[in-house]
């Protein structure tokens, strides 16, 4: 919450920088408000990224990486972009289930959930452009150089087109922080058919970023290489996204406690968190029957008992079939800790997916393995702390965890 104009001491009026931007503080104020041990530790992860990113564009990647003929795919989008774009499908996910289906009992959280997915979308593109270079060529493919039998192709369209969906679906936070009513008013009208357009979106080009492995099948292990993978992306995208919105609940909850309520704005998270946890174990065990039959496909019995057998099977039963059984005992029980546990191990789990089919398991007959440099590291770990940066600096402003008081709910 921001200060009135008069809570000020010295009874000045409060410029709109200072209303708006500084938070009801003076510019000093706020200066002296930043100095914190995250924000120290934040600024050296900063620091040392954007330095990594001049050698990154000066250099190229072989200054930075350690990317090579076989191996052109590493963590920047093993990580960053496949990873990143699972971890961001709360935004549809929850959208979906308040704007299509009408759970309205949801929609406390459709705004964190459609803020996480906006921020996350837009650092995979970041984390994109060092992975390719040249950012300025990022517009290209939109303004007329067509490849539309590129699985790529699809992917930069439907990232560009959702990323302006998730826009118009925050944007009534935007408009209600700026006071903005008319704006605010046309946002909402819109709003359900952005939602409709980037579930259209989201269902394509989810499941496009595992259709692009469909290249690969002597290269991809055959226990992670199926026919069916584009649907294991899609559908794993959808537990991840309702695991990641339990995660991010819980930790802006506990971090920013001033904007939400009492007592019974926590019961009614733990109700909401139990809701979640249901969808996510039926979504989980379906998703483990299709990786099933993607087994039985490839007949790679064999297989299971290599050692990338054991890792298949620690991904799939330890990081899939056991949360899906855990969150039902816990949702059942309400034993709200255990669920909040469960989620973060199934985002954890759909990280090693990624990772694995990427990585791991991609060229997993070559002698010498790629091992990311401590340089590819630093650019992901910037990344990742620029997000919670926004993230922290856009709810510390805006309503996302609370309503307008000005504003009547959608």
Same mark, same amino acid.
């Given at each position: 919450?921001?200060?009135?104009?008069?809570?000020?001491?010295?009874?000045?009026?409060?410029?709109?920088?200072?209303?708006?931007?500084?938070?009801?503080?003076?510019?000093?104020?706020?200066?002296?408000?930043?100095?914190?041990?995250?924000?120290?530790?934040?600024?050296?992860?900063?620091?040392?990224?954007?330095?990594?990113?001049?050698?990154?564009?000066?250099?190229?990647?072989?200054?930075?990486?350690?990317?090579?003929?076989?191996?052109?795919?590493?963590?920047?989008?093993?990580?960053?972009?496949?990873?990143?774009?699972?971890?961001?499908?709360?935004?549809?996910?929850?959208?979906?289930?308040?704007?299509?289906?009408?759970?309205?009992?949801?929609?406390?959280?459709?705004? =964190? *959930? #459609?803020?996480t997915? %906006?921020?996350?979308?837009? !650092?995979?593109?970041?984390?994109?452009?060092?992975? /390719? $270079?040249?950012?300025?060529?990022?517009?290209?493919?939109?303004?007329?150089?067509?490849?539309?039998?590129?699985?790529?192709?699809l992917?930069?369209?439907?990232?560009?087109?959702?990323?302006?969906?998730q826009?118009?679906?925050?944007? =009534? *936070? #935007?408009?209600?922080? %700026?006071?903005?009513?008319? !704006?605010?008013?046309?946002?909402?009208?819109?709003? /359900? $058919?952005?939602?409709?357009?980037?579930?259209?979106?989201?269902?394509?080009?989810?499941?496009?970023?595992?259709?692009?492995?469909?290249?690969?099948?002597?290269?991809?292990?055959?226990?992670?290489?199926?026919?069916?993978?584009?649907?294991?992306?899609?559908?794993?995208?959808?537990?991840?996204?309702?695991?990641?919105?339990?995660?991010e609940?819980?930790?802006?909850?506990?971090?920013?406690?001033n904007?939400?309520?009492?007592?019974?704005?926590?019961?009614k998270?733990?109700?909401?968190?139990?809701?979640?946890?249901?969808a996510?174990?039926?979504?989980?065990?379906?998703?483990?029957?299709?990786?099933?039959?993607?087994?039985?496909?490839?007949?790679?019995y064999?297989?299971?008992?290599?050692?990338?057998?054991?890792?298949?099977?620690?991904e799939?039963?330890?990081?899939?079939?056991?949360?899906?059984?855990?969150?039902?005992?816990?949702?059942?029980?309400?034993?709200?800790?255990?669920?909040?546990?469960?989620?973060?191990?199934?985002?954890?789990?759909?990280?090693?997916?990624?990772?694995?089919?990427?990585?791991?398991?991609?060229?997993?007959?070559?002698p010498?393995?790629?091992?990311?440099?401590?340089?590819?590291?630093?650019?992901?770990?910037?990344?990742?702390?620029?997000?919670?940066?926004?993230?922290?600096?856009?709810?510390?402003?805006?309503p996302?965890?609370?309503?307008?008081p000005?504003?009547?709910?959608?």
């Amino acid at each position: 919450m921001t200060a009135s104009y008069t809570e000020r001491v010295d009874s000045r009026p409060l410029s709109w920088v200072e209303e708006k931007l500084f938070m009801g503080q003076t510019f000093s104020q706020y200066a002296r408000s930043l100095v914190t041990p995250f924000n120290a530790v934040a600024a050296v992860i900063v620091l040392v990224g954007l330095a990594v990113a001049v050698m990154r564009f000066t250099q190229g990647l072989a200054a930075t990486t350690n990317l090579s003929d076989t191996y052109p795919w590493g963590l920047w989008i093993g990580f960053d972009v496949m990873t990143g774009v699972a971890l961001a499908a709360g935004g549809y996910t929850l959208a979906t289930t308040v704007y299509i289906f009408k759970l309205d009992e949801y929609r406390p959280i459709v705004r =964190p *959930a #459609v803020l996480t997915g %906006l921020l996350g979308y837009f !650092f995979v593109v970041i984390g994109l452009c060092f992975d /390719l $270079g040249r950012p300025w060529r990022l517009p290209f493919p939109i303004i007329g150089y067509f490849g539309v039998t590129s699985v790529m192709f699809l992917v930069g369209w439907h990232v560009f087109l959702y990323l302006t969906c998730q826009f118009v679906e925050f944007s =009534p *936070a #935007v408009f209600e922080w %700026l006071g903005w009513k008319r !704006f605010r008013a046309w946002a909402v009208r819109i709003a /359900l $058919g952005a939602t409709i357009f980037g579930v259209m979106l989201s269902t394509l080009h989810q499941s496009a970023l595992g259709a692009l492995f469909l290249l690969a099948p002597t290269k991809l292990h055959p226990l992670w290489y199926s026919p069916l993978i584009p649907i294991n992306f899609f559908i794993s995208s959808i537990f991840a996204g309702i695991s990641m919105v339990i995660v991010e609940s819980t930790l802006s909850h506990k971090v920013f406690t001033n904007q939400v309520g009492g007592p019974e704005h926590k019961e009614k998270l733990d109700k909401l968190t139990v809701g979640l946890a249901k969808a996510a174990s039926t979504v989980m065990f379906t998703y483990f029957g299709i990786r099933l039959i993607g087994v039985m496909h490839s007949d790679a019995y064999g297989l299971l008992g290599t050692p990338l057998g054991l890792w298949f099977l620690l991904e799939v039963v330890g990081f899939v079939l056991i949360p899906s059984f855990v969150f039902v005992y816990a949702a059942r029980r309400r034993m709200m800790r255990l669920i909040r546990i469960t989620a973060a191990v199934t985002v954890l789990g759909v990280i090693l997916n990624r990772v694995d089919v990427s990585m791991i398991a991609f060229n997993w007959q070559e002698p010498v393995r790629y091992f990311p440099a401590w340089s590819e590291f630093a650019v992901t770990l910037t990344i990742i702390m620029l997000f919670l940066l926004l993230f922290r600096w856009i709810v510390n402003r805006m309503p996302v965890l609370y309503d307008h008081p000005d504003f009547e709910a959608e």
